[in-house]
């Protein structure tokens, strides 16, 4: 079975730094994107950063220049470090695998919880 298995979430203070890591299992990691996305109440959920197979990444631009998405395909994790938090950034944030090629092979973490207040 296919698992993804999120951490790292928490308070934190405006300002402050997190870094979420998701622990995948059950797929060829290097053979999938993978993405962070966020949905905060009453929104919907949007990509937040995305990392492709071939590790180029993009992001959202209400997070460029703060958040940094990163893979270690020898340890099947992908990573979002996030510094520079604003209250904005409170949202729950889902890890997704996506295969590169095959793209109804489509997985999701659990979610992880991301508080940001004073």
């Known amino acids: 079975q296919v698992q993804l298995v999120e951490s790292g979430g928490g308070l934190v203070q405006p300002g402050g730094s997190l870094r979420l890591s998701c622990v995948v299992s059950?797929?060829?990691?290097?053979?999938?994107?993978m993405g962070w996305y966020r949905q905060a109440p009453g929104k919907q959920r949007h990509l937040v950063a995305g990392i492709t197979s071939g590790s180029s990444t993009n992001y959202a631009d209400s997070v460029k220049g703060r958040f940094t998405i990163s893979r270690d395909n020898a340890k099947n994790t992908v990573y979002l470090q996030m510094n520079s938090l604003k209250p904005e950034d409170t949202a729950v944030y889902y890890c997704?695998?996506?295969?590169?090629?095959?793209?109804?092979?489509?997985?999701w973490g659990q979610g992880t919880l991301v508080t940001v207040s004073s």
């Open positions: 997704n695998a996506r295969h590169a090629l095959l793209r109804q092979y489509d997985y």
């Open positions: 059950g797929i060829i990691f290097n053979r999938y994107d």
